[in-house]
């Protein structure tokens, strides 16, 4: 069982808009700007999209957008194009405070993933 | 250009043992945290450990799932990230990937993966 939560798959037609959420609690997504999110094509590496909830890496195409709102961030891709099918992974720090709450030291989570159909 | 390459990987007992290298190029290997995450088959995606630089103090931190039985070193000479997984169980079946990481979770570069697989 991942810790954050995300739909399993989303999909949209070319041009749209779709937003993929990630909900976490107030330990992590919530109490941190450190959510991350990876896009992942079938048999290579993942690709870090988004870092620190809104900030793009260098050569990161700008159709790829964050946000947070709570304890639950969102990745939107808009003017959705063939080459985004892929899947999409969302992370975020977790306080080692957690221990006694979850019985896990571990200090960054992954959501299980959502895939991204292009119709 | 950024570079990290896995090897090491293959097919091993459980209660057995394997080390995975990362061999880095084209950043300051000495000055960068690093991180492994690993994927089991048809999954998602499970962080392992992390690994600071030694002016931090070169001190880790690892999964629950794992503790106690992987460690990761460096060897900023040779430019080498390593983790050395022991007690092997079926459920460290998954492509390893050697990662970079800065701020407060950021993965930025991935290598190409590494298949470990434990089986009898």
């Known amino acids: 069982q991942s810790a954050l939560t995300q739909p399993a798959s989303v999909s949209g037609s070319p041009g749209q808009s779709i937003t993929i959420s990630c909900t976490g609690t107030s330990s992590d997504v919530g109490g941190y700007n450190s959510v991350s999110w990876y896009q992942q094509h079938p048999g290579k590496a993942p690709k870090l999209m988004i870092y620190?909830?809104?900030n793009r890496p260098s050569g990161v195409s700008n159709r790829f957008s964050g946000s947070k709102s709570g304890n639950t961030a969102s990745l939107t891709i808009s003017g959705l194009q063939a080459e985004d099918e892929a899947d999409y992974y969302c992370s975020s720090y977790r306080s080692s405070s957690t221990l006694f709450v979850f019985g896990s030291s571990t200090l960054y989570v992954f959501g299980p993933g959502t895939k991204v159909t292009v119709l | 250009e950024v570079q990290l390459v896995e090897s090491g990987g293959g097919l091993v007992k459980p209660g057995g043992s394997l080390r995975l290298s990362c061999a880095v190029s084209?950043?300051?290997?000495?000055?960068?945290?690093m991180s492994w995450v690993r994927q089991a088959p048809g999954k998602g995606l499970e962080w392992v450990g992390r690994?600071?630089?030694?002016?931090?103090?070169?001190?880790?931190d690892y999964a629950t799932p794992v503790k106690g039985r992987f460690t990761i070193s460096r060897d900023d000479s040779r430019n080498m990230l390593y983790v050395q997984m022991n007690s092997l169980k079926t459920e460290d079946t998954a492509v390893y990937y050697c990662?970079?990481?800065?701020?407060?979770?950021?993965?930025?570069?991935w290598g190409q993966g590494a298949l470990v697989t434990v089986s009898s």
């Open positions: 620190d909830v809104t």
């Open positions: 990662t970079t990481f800065a701020g407060w979770n950021r993965f930025d570069y």
């Open positions: 690994i600071k630089s030694k002016t931090d103090g070169a001190t880790t």
């Open positions: 084209g950043f300051t290997f000495s000055d960068a945290w």
